[in-house]
């Protein structure tokens, strides 16, 4: 409880007689005639440049005082505004996985029938991708991606349609034209991003090319390559040459400008390279694996290569399709199996065999998941007895301990014309 | 009649606007040096207050509300005047040409005492609403239209600059033994 003091009883009085004593004295002469002439010299301002004119006096109240800003504080809140804004671009800022290694599970692209969806690795999250298209492949740090649409007005009954090869964003927005109007086999990236290469000529293999990615450039023909039609090239790890499959059956190595290109396989095939490329690259970049049929009619065997000159060694016979694990320690690859299609096999990085993973599937490329914990391939003929059915992706455990799981890939069985020859493409995102 | 002043300065005539400053500036100049507690920045409100309101009548919706217009834009002033003796540092106190305040004699030397330094520890808002209210004589809505801020506002800053002002007075008033003091 407080009490006033006698003297603050009569506070108002205090308080007024104090101010009226205070107000007491003249008001300077100069004071009335300095505002005079300072108002003389200029006149009342218009008044739809007032606006009290034509702002409510509610609104207008809340003006008065204008604060004025100190520039310390101005300085002080520039700061801040500034650092805010770092900090949100930064935390906004997506991190890149780098082109090799384990990275985490991105989404997941395919073709679907004759367009190109994108689903989550659990099935879920499906959306469309592109219409009449084949071919997708993400860049090894999952920001872009790159397929081919198919222009079905410029078909020709001998070789096929035409294609424009596209690069979009990962989610499929701003997709552009890289090249336009060719026969094209995949377009496949370079690990750094910068460069796409692909097959293209009336029969799809006549010449070899590399791209600028971001269509700035125009198409480099990568050789004649002996005078044989070359297939689907792959990149280096340092993309700076790749490995082009000729249709002799030599496996050749050529500089990304399409110098120094040189026969690199040892054996006389009839055929070599994979189904969707050409050969794939260790990541550390020092050997090869590739497809290879000896004798006509016989099947592929899968082998294996160095760049050190020393003759390639055959890995398995009966088998292709063969990819390196993100961290290279490990191999896949298909094998024929008991005529119900081939099983994925699992081998160390010698090639030596570790373990058949159960099921049979088609023969299309696998696919490694980025974290190294699932296989993805595709099986286009699902039904009981390995009849033709709606196409599923299986997505396997390495280990061969965990059962698999299965994807819808389409409600039709797969046509020759959108058989893709990739299972999937797996997004890659930073660890 | 004030009126009348008061469209014809909205219509740029300048005389009728300085009939009206003539009527007026007394009033501000003292409501001034009273919030500013300084005669010398108090003239350069009341000047500034004046020039403004020349330069703006136009902007005057209702002829009648002049007085709380004017006195909107003595505070907004006094603002403005008060922040530039911050920034200077003291306020300097300029003398010349201007007589003392005569005292009340029914005001102690005390009191008036007590009174300045309590007023002085105030802000401007807290004083102008004091000075408006006891001085003027103004109601709390008057005040308010007249500080350009709702009366809710001005009745928590009446609140705050009496209760200010109270304590001051009682602390002054406490005993001296009370404060460990010889008497």
């Known amino acids: 409880m407080t009490s006033n003091s006698p003297r603050t009883d009569n506070f108002d009085t205090l308080m007024t007689a104090w101010l009226d004593a205070d107000a007491r004295g003249p008001v300077p002469d100069v004071l009335l005639e300095g505002v005079l002439a300072r108002t003389s010299r200029t006149r009342p301002l218009p008044a739809w440049r007032i606006p009290e004119r034509w702002i409510p006096m509610q609104l207008v109240l809340r003006f008065q005082p204008r604060m004025r800003f100190s520039p310390v504080l101005v300085v002080v809140a520039l700061l801040i505004v500034a650092v805010v804004t770092a900090v949100i671009l930064v935390g906004t800022q997506r991190r890149l996985p780098p082109p090799f290694g384990i990275a985490d599970n991105g989404q997941i692209a395919f073709v679907e029938g004759d367009r190109l969806v994108l689903e989550n690795a659990d099935g879920t999250g499906l959306t469309v991708l592109a219409t009449t298209s084949q071919a997708p492949a993400f860049s090894r740090d999952g920001t872009k991606i790159a397929y081919k649409t198919i222009l079905t007005d410029q078909f020709n009954p001998d070789y096929g349609p035409s294609v424009d090869v596209v690069v979009a964003n990962a989610d499929g927005s701003y997709p552009k034209v890289v090249v336009h109007a060719v026969r094209a086999g995949n377009p496949l990236w370079s690990p750094d991003g910068r460069w796409l290469t692909y097959s293209s000529g009336e029969n799809v293999g006549d010449h070899a090319y590399v791209v600028a990615a971001d269509g700035s450039s125009a198409p480099i023909d990568l050789g004649d390559f002996g005078g044989q039609d070359p297939w689907t090239p792959t990149f280096s790890p340092d993309s700076s040459k790749l490995a082009v499959a000729v249709g002799d059956g030599t496996l050749w190595i050529v500089n990304r400008d399409g110098t120094n290109a040189h026969i690199i396989s040892h054996q006389d095939y009839i055929e070599v390279g994979e189904r969707g490329l050409s050969a794939a690259w260790s990541p550390d970049g020092t050997h090869l694996l590739f497809g290879g049929m000896l004798v006509p ?47 994925v096999v699992i081998a160390d990085s010698t090639g030596k065999f570790l373990r058949s993973l159960s099921g049979y599937y088609g023969w299309y490329m696998p696919e490694w998941s980025p974290d190294q914990t699932r296989i993805a391939i595709l099986d286009d003929r699902p039904a009981p007895g390995n009849e033709p059915g709606p196409p599923v992706i299986a997505l396997l455990d390495p280990l061969g301990k965990a059962d698999p799981v299965f994807i819808p890939a389409g409600d039709k069985p797969i046509s020759d014309e959108y058989s893709p020859d990739i299972t999937v493409t797996w997004q890659r995102l930073a660890h | 009649m004030r009126r009348d002043l008061v469209e014809r300065a909205m219509a740029g005539d300048h005389d009728a606007f300085a009939e009206l400053a003539r009527i007026s500036i007394g009033r501000l100049f003292v ?32 002829p009648d509300r002049f007085d709380a217009w004017l006195h909107r834009l003595l505070v907004n002033a006094c603002h ?42 105030l802000d401007t808002d807290q004083r102008a609403v004091l000075v408006l209210h006891y001085y003027l004589g103004l109601s709390l809505d008057d005040a308010a239209e007249a500080l350009g801020v709702p009366p809710g506002t001005v009745r928590s800053r009446l609140h705050r600059a009496t209760q200010a002002m109270r304590a001051a007075l009682d602390a002054d008033a406490r005993p001296r033994a009370a404060e460990g003091r010889p008497a």
């Open chain 2, 80 to 121: 403005r005047e008060a922040r530039r003796g911050r920034s200077r540092g003291a306020i300097e106190l300029h003398v010349d040409g201007i007589e003392a305040p005569q005292p009340d004699p029914n005001l102690g030397l005390l009191d008036r005492d007590q009174l300045e330094r309590g007023f002085r520890r």
């Open chain 1, 297 to 343: 009619d016989q099947g592929y065997s899968l082998y294996m290569i160095g760049l050190d000159g020393a003759p390639e060694r055959l890995i398995s016979s009966e088998s292709n399709n063969g990819v390196w694990s993100p961290d290279g320690s490990m191999i896949a690859y298909m094998r024929a199996g008991i005529g119900l299609g081939p099983s």
């Open chain 2, 31 to 62: 409501v001034a040096r009273l919030i500013l507690r300084d005669a010398a920045t108090a003239e350069d409100a009341t000047q500034e207050a004046l020039v403004a309101a020349w330069r703006n009548i136009r902007g005057l919706r209702d």
